[in-house]
């Protein structure tokens, strides 16, 4: 019979038959003995946020957007206060019909706003501050036969012109055409946003000329 020698003193094979003998069904901290498999089995069952490292989990309070690594993960309160608010809200102004022989701003009214994103008044449409997806459009004419006069419409935002179709009837633009420009925009402050019409020796006749909004954030 094989004779192999052992390295092991008589104190470290006592130790080591002892973490035998000793064997638990819970494993726990700074404890040495052997823990069964069944014991093992149900301590990763019963895992939970109260044993797990502090650092592990980010909470509602400590925010997502604070914590951006790839060693964390979030609480659903974080999750949910992360994009639980990016619900997008809209707004939708409209002038049915209408005639202008000068210049001026269409008077669209409002004619829905569920969230009170915004407010008008003579057709000037006032935002808060955030970032929209604007959209303007209408059927125009000008129709004199004349093609020396001409009108213009312009989309403004914060007074800015963003889009301006000309429409003249003898000119490169057909009668009754649809003008229409999108745009995003925002702002760290409230903004405005109108369609302006500037006549020159024209009337300008329009239908269904509408402002679309979605607010993203």
């Known amino acids: 019979m ?8 008589a104190s470290d094979i006592d130790t080591a038959i002892q973490k ?9 901290a700074g404890n040495i003995n052997t823990v069964t498999s069944g014991g093992v089995h149900a301590a990763l069952q ?3 946020h109260t044993n797990m490292d502090a650092g592990f989990l980010v909470t509602e309070a400590e925010t ?6 790839d060693t964390q993960i979030p609480t659903c309160a974080a999750v949910n206060a992360a994009v639980g608010g990016t619900t997008i809200k809209y707004a939708f102004y ?4 209408g005639n202008a022989n000068s210049s001026g701003t269409i008077d ?8 009170n994103i915004g407010s008008v008044s ?3 449409v006032t935002l808060n501050a955030g970032t929209y997806l604007v959209t303007w459009s209408g059927s125009f004419a000008e129709d004199d036969n004349d093609g020396s006069d001409y009108a213009t419409v312009n989309f403004k935002h914060d007074g800015n012109v963003v889009g301006n179709p000309a429409f003249n009837e003898t000119g490169s633009t057909a009668r009754n055409a649809t003008g229409s420009t999108t745009r995003i925009i925002t702002s760290a402050s409230p903004q405005t946003v109108q369609i302006d019409h500037s006549n020159v020796g024209a009337t300008l006749y329009y239908d269904h000329v509408s402002i679309s909004i979605l607010k993203f954030a």
């Open 46 to 48: 019963s895992l939970n």
């Open 108 to 115: 669209v009214t409002e004619t829905l706003d569920p969230d």
């Open 64 to 69: 997502i957007a604070s914590n951006d690594t």
């Open 2 to 9: 094989a004779e192999f020698p052992l390295t092991n003193t």
């Open 122 to 124: 003579g057709g000037v």
């Open 94 to 97: 409209e002038k049915t019909s």
């Open 20 to 28: 035998v003998v000793g064997i638990t069904t819970t494993p726990t």
